[in-house]
């Protein structure tokens, strides 16, 4: 993941890329863990 302090003290912005079978699973466990403005984007290609 990409992680990136905010202008607000405290806040960060993660960016990461996770199996789609996992974001049902894991966007759940983020919001009850406190996490905000969750927002989900198709991939559209991945160059190794």
């Keep these: 993941p990409t992680i990136s302090h905010l ?3 405290g806040w960060l912005d993660v960016d990461t890329i996770v199996d789609e079978v996992e974001v049902k699973r894991l ?5 009850e863990s406190g996490a905000q403005g969750i927002i989900e984007y198709p991939l559209n290609k991945v160059i190794d």
């Design 27 to 31: 966007i759940p466990t983020l919001k």
């Design 7 to 9: 202008s607000d003290k």
